[in-house]
């Protein structure tokens, strides 16, 4: 199952268009269905998302605004938020790259908010606020990970 197919489910669920969502998420509906069809690097960082938020042990909506809420999100401010919930949790970039199965170098752009993350995370914290659900829940719906999912109920 694609991170995709789990948004089209939750959005399908809540009897929405994806035009509807597209403007509360304030995109354009084909760069939200490019989202759903599973074309976008979503599909990747959706789970690094979900991963660093069990890493450092906080909520996936404070990675992305202080207040978690879609919004209170801005660019370049997850990366910020990211590294002062590593440091606080005193974890090194070394450790969370791993973690990631990134280098150095990647996670260092991840945290600088030079990431695909400035742009996606917010994205998934909006839909989850549509739907209704914790952002993390995308990621791991029926509490397992999209990608061991064939389907879910």
């Not at 991170?3 to 597209?22: M, P």
């Not at 990747?44 to 809420?69: C, D, F, K, V």
């Not at 996670?107 to 030079?114: M, R, V």
């Amino acid at each position: 199952m694609k991170l995709g197919d789990v948004l089209k489910k939750e959005r399908e669920k809540k009897g929405l268009s994806t035009d509807e969502v597209a403007e509360k998420l304030a995109i354009s509906a084909t760069e939200y269905a490019e989202i759903e069809a599973g074309e976008t690097p979503a599909e990747s960082w959706g789970p690094n998302l979900a991963q660093m938020a069990i890493e450092l042990e906080t909520p996936t909506s404070r990675l992305l605004a202080e207040s978690g809420r879609f919004a209170d999100t801005k660019h370049g401010q997850a990366g910020a938020l990211i590294k002062g919930h590593r440091e606080r949790r005193e974890k090194s970039v070394g450790e969370m790259a791993e973690a990631l199965k990134v280098s150095d170098d990647e996670y260092a752009e991840i945290e600088a908010g030079n990431s695909p993350v400035e742009k996606y995370g917010p994205l998934f914290l909006g839909f989850a606020e549509v739907i209704e659900q914790p952002v993390f829940n995308l990621f791991y719906p029926c509490g397992l990970p999209f990608q061991e999912l064939d389907d879910y109920p």
